[in-house]
């Protein structure tokens, strides 16, 4: 009922930035909060930013200060600007929604995740 497209992962030397983005569509009235989740390998998928839709924001302490999360709600697209990479941010990269459809009933939805890899 609710479709997430994520794009922008790749490769980047330390030190550098990527762009990540997850756009939104289906049975879409409002969205709550969007954020941002990885998984590295061997360990459990972790909370790296969120925004809520009125645009407060919330950072794991590990990307406070090189990450930064923004939202365009007109597009129902979050944006995830991550600078300073280190390789320890290497990990899959998902997009998480939680919206609200005409009929008021509230959907959590993910995205396929992208790989995010910062070569030392």
């Known amino acids: 009922q609710v479709r997430l497209v994520e794009s922008g992962g790749g490769l980047v030397q330390a030190g550098g930035s990527l762009r990540l983005s997850c756009a939104a569509s289906?049975?879409?009235?409002?969205?709550?909060?969007m954020g941002w989740y990885r998984q590295a390998p061997g360990k459990q998928r972790e909370l790296v930013a969120t925004?809520?839709?009125?645009?407060?924001?919330n950072y794991a302490d590990s990307v406070k200060g090189r990450f930064t999360i923004s939202r365009d709600n007109a597009k129902n697209t979050v944006y995830l600007q991550m600078d300073s990479l280190k390789p320890e941010d290497t990990a899959v990269y998902y997009c998480n929604v939680k919206s609200r459809d005409v009929v008021g009933r509230w959907y959590d939805s993910w995205g396929q995740g992208t790989q995010v890899t910062v070569s030392s």
């Open positions: 289906g049975r879409i009235v409002s969205i709550n909060v």
């Open positions: 925004i809520t839709s009125g645009g407060i924001t």
